[in-house]
T-cell receptor
Framework: EAQVTQNPRYLITVTGKKLTVTCSQN?????MSWYRQDPGLGLRQIYY???????DKGDVPEGYKVSRKEKRNFPLILESPSPNQTSLYFC?????????????FGPGTRLTVT | AQSVTQLDSHVSVSEGTPVLLRCNYS??????LFWYVQHPNKGLQLLLK??????LVKGINGFEAEFKKSETSFHLTKPSAHMSDAAEYFC????????????FGRGTSLIVHP
């Protein structure tokens, strides 16, 4: 089954404790991205990747890091989480590499930083 | 630059009546436009997309949208609402004008009354 998986689905952590949210897709897609969803703000893109070893900032990259060492994986790293990073996070992938294609979304990771 | 405005944060309809969710966009290029649906505690799923082919686009579950360049609109419609249509709907624009970052609207919550 074609899908995007994220882990963990739920995470509660404390300020400053480094964490990683994993994302994996099995569709051989070139384009992957991370979004955060906050009430009343829709989804905002954090980082995107056009292909392996190619990443770039989205609209809200501050406080986040990503890496793309393999085509299928695109982990999101919070090196020193803060309470304002409490949010619902989605990973997505797309066959086309320019952001204009249909995106396939993971189920989401709900992060709480206390 | 690109932007998208969903004109209603909430839309309430009765089951069996028509649905209209409004979306206006701004783009300096020829945009790709999408509607996604998010059911409670789920990821986003593509409803339909416009990519410069036919201006009337048919999607899944009986939804359709019409691209109107003169009005810069891409409204989502359905002739008859079903209880299962209750969800959050997002309009998305991506014009590829040097930016590979799709822009999401803030979402419209569709409420369906029995």
């Amino acid at each position: 089954e074609a899908q995007v998986t994220q882990n963990p689905r739920y995470l509660i952590t404390v300020t400053g404790k480094k964490l990683t949210v994993t994302c994996s897709q099995n569709m051989n897609h070139e384009y992957m991205s991370w979004y955060r969803q906050d009430p009343g703000l829709g989804l905002r893109q954090i980082y995107y990747s056009m292909n392996v070893e190619v990443t770039d900032k989205g609209d809200v990259p501050e406080g986040y890091k990503v890496s793309r060492k393999e085509k299928r994986n695109f982990p999101l790293i919070l090196e020193s989480p803060s309470p304002n990073q409490t949010s619902l996070y989605f990973c997505a992938s797309s066959e086309t590499g320019h952001g204009r294609g249909e995106q396939y979304f993971g189920p989401g990771t709900r992060l709480t930083v206390t | 630059a690109q932007s998208v405005t969903q004109l209603d944060s909430h839309v309430s309809v009765s089951e069996g009546t028509p649905v209209l969710l409004r979306c206006n966009y701004s783009s300096s290029y020829s945009p790709s436009l999408f509607w996604y649906v998010q059911h409670p505690n789920k990821g986003l799923q593509l409803l339909l997309k416009y990519t410069s082919a036919a201006t009337l686009v048919k999607g899944i579950n009986g939804f359709e949208a019409e691209f109107k360049k003169s009005e810069t609109s891409f409204h989502l419609t359905k002739p008859s609402a079903h209880m299962s249509d209750a969800a959050e709907y997002f309009c998305v624009v991506s014009d590829g004008g040097g930016s590979y970052i799709p822009t999401f609207g803030r979402g419209t919550s569709l409420i369906v009354h029995p």
